[in-house]
Structure formats: C-alpha cells, structure tokens
Nanobody
Framework: QVQLVESGGGLVQAGGSLRLSCAASGRTFSSVAMGWFRQAPGKEREFVAGISMSGRNTYYADSVKGRFTISRDNAKNTVYLQMNSLKPEDTAVYYC???????????????????WGQGTQVTVSS
C-alpha cells in the first residue's frame, strides 16, 4: 500500500551534516505517520525520529534530540531527516518507515510500522 524510496546517505566527517529524504507513493501520504530508524552492525534497529500525519507532532530519541530534525512535505509526499553535528556513533543504515494512522500521533516501536524503505548508509568519520 505504501512504497518508500530513500536518498541522501553518504560519508561525512564528524561535525558535519546530511539530509535524508524519503519519497512515498501508493497510499495517500497524508494518512500515514512516518518514522526514521537506524541499525548499526551487531545492534538492534533503533528508533530515531517520528512525525505524525499532519506534521504537528514529532518525537525524537534522546541520542539525537537537538541535533536531528524530522519534517514532512505532504504536497511532495516526502519526509526528511536533517542531521547536524554528526558523530561517529551515528554511523548506521537508516530506514524510512510508514504506519497507517487514524489519529495525529506517532509511534516509536518498529512493529507499529508496516512499510519500510530499502535503507541508506550513513557513515560518519573521525
């Protein structure tokens, strides 16, 4: 019902910035909440940030709060993750995900998200 295509990953030095984009198609974009997750080698997939269907409600993991910003442009069917002040521990594969919602809140558990992008690699060097 929802297809997600990501872009924007790459290699950056510590302290630098990247912006990830995720374009959605299929189901009406305005009816889904969106989230970003990441997974480093040998670690569990972890929640990074989420945004409700309207964009009015956002939620961030403590590890990225103040450095990362999630936003969405419903007219473009796209969600973004602006990542500033990047640290080597931010290195991971980042995944865009969507959950169908009937309210204007967003969840942080991976099982709540039924649709996932292919992932994009973010590498932060020292």
């Amino acid at each position: 019902q929802v297809q997600l295509v990501e872009s924007g990953g790459g290699l950056v030095q510590a302290g630098g910035s990247l912006r990830l984009s995720c374009a959605a198609s299929g189901r009406t974009f305005s009816s889904v909440a969106m989230g970003w997750f990441r997974q480093a080698p040998g670690k569990e997939r972890e929640f990074v940030a989420g945004i409700s269907m309207s964009g009015r409600n956002t939620y961030y993991a403590d590890s990225v709060k103040g450095r990362f910003t999630i936003s969405r442009d419903n007219a473009k069917n796209t969600v973004y993750l602006q990542m500033n002040s990047l640290k080597p521990e931010d290195t991971a594969v980042y995944y865009c995900a969507a959950q169908i919602k009937y309210n204007d809140y967003v969840g942080s558990a991976s099982y709540e998200y039924g649709y996932w992008g292919q992932g994009t690699q973010v590498t932060v060097s020292s």
